[in-house]
């Protein structure tokens, strides 16, 4: 009878030697823990620009930039932006944000515009300036 133990056969084919599993756990490992040291700073820096990006266009888009370009930003006396003159009253008070600072005001007069027509102030002459043809 042959010894079926010297040659010992799995249904895959030959059983692979221990010592070889074990170097390629080893290398397994080694790739693994040089990835975990690796990629934390990568992810964090990657953070870090994300956020950088996003500040940089709230400083453009933001409610400060928008009054510094010369807009003003009204609100009640509770803080609610006003959007529209239907949101005013009567003798309310209202608070205006302006790039230096805040106005109080009240409402003495209210009014609307009509469909398509713009309240544009037309500008005034400035004295000695010369005026077009």
Do not use: W
């Not at 608070?95 to 106005?103: C, F, L, N």
């Not at 469909?115 to 000695?128: Q, S």
């Amino acid at each position: 009878m042959a010894n079926t133990n010297s040659g010992r056969q799995t249904s895959a084919g030959l059983e692979t030697d221990p010592s070889r599993e074990i170097i390629l756990r080893r290398h397994q490992f080694a790739d693994f823990a040089r990835r975990l040291t690796t990629c934390p700073p990568i992810l964090t820096d990657t953070k870090r620009k994300r956020f950088e990006r996003a500040e940089k266009i709230l400083a453009v888009l933001g409610p400060d930039a928008t009054l510094q370009r010369g807009y003003t930003i009204t609100t009640d006396v509770d803080g609610n932006v006003i959007r529209s003159i239907t949101s005013v009253q009567h003798k309310m008070r209202l608070r205006t944000r302006v790039s230096d600072g805040e106005i109080e005001s009240t409402v003495t007069e209210e009014q609307a515009r009509g469909a398509g027509e713009r309240l544009v102030e037309k500008a005034k002459p400035v004295a000695g300036a010369t005026q077009p043809t």
